[in-house]
């Protein structure tokens, strides 16, 4: 026995923000189960509308509407009538794309309701989705005509907001376009290192080394964060651990006597122009707080990050078990 989908609206974003109909578009249908196709419908041209319309599913079933060019999927569950099928799924809000695409996990977006005309009226928080998730809310919140959704995705200050169609009980909004509005603001990890590099000789040596690309920092305010620990051989030994940047030793060292035990450092390092930078660390147990400037650079080319280390007195007596750097834009 055939049943019902309920009706939506398809719509974009551009790059300046503005939010236009997806009409004209395909839209391939396939059941939840056995992921067997059943039909393919097309937006209205003019206002990227779908209307509610039977298909061969039995009622209760649950179903996928897919665009060739996305890989994420907008679900609903059929009905045995369009006014049934309208209540099971009503309100919707589709999240159609990854928003980062430099991140190794998608972004989770919070997502609130509020009313541009009532800024008396605190945002009510609705939820926290992942691109390519389906939230649901009622439709008692949105008796206010101006009702809109504004999101935030996690880590950025940026939000969208989505004016809600008045008479559209579902909204689909593609965020494509917020990627390269926010691909300046995410943290980068350049690199990330846990093996266990331990001194093999009584001089200066190199536990870890990350060629920094040029252009990396490209902006004032750009910075570089390091944090690096490891172990000290269970000896009076000397032991001295310490970066060196852009060629440079620098005085955030650990200097330690002591018999055995872990020892951390970590700076940050600030573009201040395209030769200078600033930076600001710390060395424990024993190396205290210091800061310095670096000048004479040449940011545009590649410049090498390191943490070293020497043990006068014998061989093996620092190890670098773990070491993060990552890229933070200004």
């Not at 200097?255 to 970590?266: A, Y």
Request: zero cysteines.
């Amino acid at each position: 026995m055939a049943s019902y989908f309920s009706s939506f609206q398809l719509a974009t974003r551009d790059a300046s923000g503005y939010v236009d109909e997806f009409g004209g578009e395909d839209l391939d249908i396939y059941t939840v189960s056995g992921d067997t196709y059943i039909t393919t419908i097309t937006s209205d041209t003019d206002t990227g509308s779908v209307e509610a319309a039977s298909i061969s599913p039995a009622e209760g079933t649950a179903i996928y509407f897919k665009h060739a060019s996305y890989s994420t999927k907008f679900y609903q569950t059929t009905a045995d009538t369009e006014d049934n099928a309208l209540l099971i799924n009503v309100k919707t809000l589709f999240l159609v794309e990854d928003l980062f695409t430099q991140t190794e996990y998608p972004a989770r977006v919070d997502v609130w309701l509020d009313y541009e005309s009532l800024p008396e009226v605190p945002p009510v928080k609705i939820g926290t989705v992942r691109p390519g998730d389906t939230l649901k809310y009622t439709l008692e919140t949105l008796f206010a005509k101006d009702a809109r959704l504004r999101m935030f995705p996690e880590g950025s200050d940026f939000s969208q907001i989505v004016t809600l169609p008045e008479d559209a009980p579902e909204t689909t909004v593609s965020l494509t376009s917020i990627e390269s509005e926010l691909s300046g603001s995410q943290i980068t990890i350049l690199d990330t290192d846990t093996g266990d590099h331990a001194t093999t000789g009584t001089t200066a040596e190199t536990l870890w080394t990350y060629s920094l690309p040029g252009a990396s920092l490209n902006a004032d305010g750009d910075a570089v964060e390091i944090v690096a620990g490891g172990s000290f051989a269970a000896n009076a030994n000397q032991k001295i651990a310490y970066f060196n940047l852009f060629g440079t030793d620098t005085s955030f060292l650990v200097d330690s006597n002591g018999s055995g035990g872990g020892w951390q450092m970590s700076i940050q390092i600030i573009r201040v122009s395209s030769s200078v930078v600033r930076v600001a660390g710390l060395g424990l147990p024993d190396g205290g707080a210091d800061y310095a400037e670096i000048t004479g650079l040449t940011l545009s080319n590649a410049n090498d990050l390191k943490v070293q280390g020497r043990s006068p007195d014998n061989t093996g007596d620092i190890t670098l078990r773990m070491v993060r750097a990552v890229l933070i834009p200004a």
